[in-house]
């Protein structure tokens, strides 16, 4: 008469489960590198498009700005930008970006250009993590009134920006 087994063995029980747990320990260190790997890069890409969007509003800034040397300060990096509102009215912003512990802040309002102060300002943290920026003002003419326009350094990025608004 044959007999059958009907059951494993506790030593294929041990050695089966062992594997089991092996094999998870090993799917689920790879699992966890993943989410991380994934995480951090969705962050980064973030980062990456929030300092992409931080440039691309002060290039739209420093090219709608006047060309007329008596509304820059080419110190602090202040420059007057001319609008025009839904109402068809021309109204004047005086626009500054100023770095601070790595932080890009816009800073818009009423610039007394003779006196050099602000007569009233609201800052915008634009960006958080900025290593560097520089703001080098390109002029041309006789005495270099007229500003044609900006190299600016951001990061480790280098980019011109010519002034659209040709008023005088």
């Known amino acids: 008469m044959i007999v059958r087994r009907k059951a494993f063995t506790v030593l294929e029980i041990v050695v089966y489960l062992s594997l089991m747990l092996i094999l998870s320990l090993v799917l689920g260190r790879i699992v966890l590198q993943l989410d991380r790997y994934i995480l951090f890069s969705g962050d980064m890409l973030d980062v990456q498009l929030q300092k992409h969007l ?33 109402d068809g009215m021309v109204v004047a912003k005086d626009i500054s970006y100023c770095l601070r512990d790595k932080k890009l802040f816009r800073v818009e309002g009423v610039y007394d250009f003779v006196r050099r102060s602000w007569v009233k300002k609201v800052s915008n943290l634009v960006f958080r993590g900025l290593a560097r920026m520089t703001c080098d003002v390109k002029r041309k003419g006789d005495n270099g009134d007229i500003v044609s326009g900006v190299w600016v350094v951001f990061d480790k990025e280098r980019w011109f920006v010519r002034l659209r608004n040709g008023e005088q």
């Open 54 to 86: 931080s440039s691309d509003c002060m290039r739209r800034d420093i090219m709608h700005a006047t060309s007329n040397r008596k509304f820059w300060d080419f110190e602090k990096f202040i420059f007057r930008k001319k609008i025009i509102t839904p």
